[in-house]
């Protein structure tokens, strides 16, 4: 469904994504996981087509990324880290734009945008984007993609700005997603999400995949028999060291 074969991105001598391979099945929430600069974005740019692969492929939904991008762009949702939006727009000129992009019919992605607004308090799609905070953008943004019905989900640290209604809204409907064979990439820095979540998790360091599998299957293949994730974290990224020490230096 989603599927990433031998993934490399190089930025110079930067081996940015370094030989990633994966696949996530339908209905599965995937987390992917890693240190700040581990490769997350960057991988999740080739999975999405915005960013060319400097060697290896990306399969979505059935379709090769290199032949087929513009028919896997139509069917999938992308939340970006950082929303781009047009700062002149109002939030509603914005979900009319999408929707005629996408060419969605009027009546029924008006009754979307009403149903998802609610769940998300979003009231403030008459207000000019340039005046929305981080959280209120993030909000437009799902809004803008979840309205789609998207067939397969990506999303780069999607609850960072939201308040807790609207991040726990937004978890139950990936569960609600996956129940309909979408599968969903996921990044994010909270592990407690990741590990309630995801139904498996990549953890990658330095552009390389250092685990894979459920939480019964990294708890296993580390040792951490009654270990977190962040225990298992900080041991296979070895970012766990010394940092006692070097708090107490501080
Ligand atoms: N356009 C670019 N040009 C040069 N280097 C880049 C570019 N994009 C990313 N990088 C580098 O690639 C590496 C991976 O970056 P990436 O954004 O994928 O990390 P990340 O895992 O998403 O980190 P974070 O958790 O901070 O979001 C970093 O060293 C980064 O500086
Ligand atoms: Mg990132």
């Given at each position: 469904m989603i599927e990433a074969i031998n993934l490399v991105k190089t930025f110079g001598s930067l081996r940015a994504v370094d030989g990633v391979s994966f696949q996530i099945r339908p209905g599965e929430i995937y987390g992917f996981l890693g240190p700040n600069g581990a490769g997350k974005t960057t991988t999740l740019r080739m999975l999405t087509g915005t960013l060319f692969p400097t060697s290896g492929s990306v399969r979505?939904?059935?379709?090769e990324m290199s032949h087929q991008e513009i028919a896997i762009k139509r069917a999938i949702g992308v939340v970006p880290d950082e929303p781009?939006?047009?700062d002149n727009l109002k939030g509603a000129?914005?979900?009319d734009f999408v929707s005629d992009i996408y060419r969605l019919d009027k009546k029924v992605n008006q009754a979307e945008v009403k149903e998802l607004s609610q769940a998300f308090g979003i009231d403030f799609l008459?207000?000019?984007i340039g005046e929305y905070s981080h959280g209120m953008?993030?909000?437009l943004m799902l809004l803008s993609v979840l309205m789609r019905h998207?067939?397969?989900l990506f999303l780069d640290e999607p609850t960072v700005g939201l308040d807790a209604r609207s991040a726990r809204?937004?978890?139950m409907l990936f569960e609600k997603y996956a129940g309909e064979q979408v599968p969903i990439f996921l990044t994010t820095h909270i592990l407690e999400i990741a590990e309630k979540m995801c139904h498996r998790i990549a953890i990658i360091n330095q552009g390389k995949l250092v685990a894979e599998g459920t939480m019964a299957e990294l708890r296993q293949k580390t040792g951490e028999e009654k270990g977190t994730l962040e225990d298992i974290f900080l041991q296979?990224?070895?970012t766990g060291e010394n940092i006692e020490e070097l708090v107490r230096e501080l």
């Open positions: 979505v939904l059935g379709m781009r939006l047009y000129e914005y979900i008459d207000k000019a953008k993030q909000k998207p067939r397969a809204i937004l978890k296979v990224t070895g």
